[in-house]
């Protein structure tokens, strides 16, 4: 299986409201080297910005140029790629972790929160109980 490195060319930003605290469907569609965050479209939702990203594959060749609208990042361990069900919060710069500085990888100008919790089946029950505390 190969391994896909993203690289960003361009974002257009949205100002919407994202439904913190409550279950969202989301798909993974990459990761943020050295930054340690998570790429996630989240379809359903118009929060996010659009993003044109460069596919690489572990050779170092681009293969392909992908457009993901409704993006969102998350500092998170690799989640695998694919569909996930996810509550998350705001970020919180002051209190949350900080973000690794890479001078050489410019980040995905795309909003950034805190997934409290996530499946890859659906919504669980925990989810509701959890992310009510979390906001």
Same mark, same amino acid.
């Given at each position: 299986m190969?391994?896909?490195?993203?690289?960003a060319? &361009?974002?257009?930003?949205?100002?919407?409201?994202?439904?913190? &605290?409550?279950?969202v469907?989301?798909? !993974?569609?990459?990761?943020?080297?050295? =930054?340690?965050?998570?790429? /996630?479209? !989240?379809?359903?939702?118009?929060?996010?910005n659009?993003?044109?990203?460069?596919v *690489?594959?572990?050779q170092?060749h681009?293969?392909?140029?992908?457009? =993901?609208?409704?993006?969102?990042?998350?500092? +998170?361990? %690799?989640?695998?790629? &694919?569909? /996930? =069900?996810? *509550? +998350?919060?705001?970020?919180?710069?002051?209190?949350?972790?900080? /973000?690794?500085?890479?001078?050489? /990888? *410019?980040?995905?100008?795309?909003?950034?929160?805190?997934?409290?919790? =996530?499946?890859?089946?659906?919504?669980?029950? %925990?989810?509701h109980? %959890?992310?009510?505390?979390?906001?």
């Amino acid at each position: 299986m190969e391994f896909y490195y993203l690289a960003a060319f &361009g974002c257009e930003k949205k100002e919407n409201d994202f439904p913190y &605290g409550t279950c969202v469907k989301g798909v !993974v569609v990459g990761y943020e080297q050295c =930054y340690n965050n998570v790429l /996630i479209q !989240v379809g359903d939702y118009n929060f996010g910005n659009k993003v044109t990203v460069s596919v *690489i594959n572990d050779q170092g060749h681009t293969v392909d140029y992908v457009e =993901y609208e409704n993006v969102i990042k998350a500092p +998170a361990n %690799r989640i695998p790629d &694919g569909l /996930i =069900y996810f *509550i +998350a919060r705001k970020y919180k710069p002051d209190t949350d972790d900080s /973000i690794v500085l890479c001078p050489q /990888i *410019i980040p995905y100008d795309v909003p950034l929160v805190v997934i409290t919790d =996530y499946s890859q089946t659906q919504c669980q029950q %925990r989810f509701h109980q %959890r992310g009510a505390m979390e906001n």
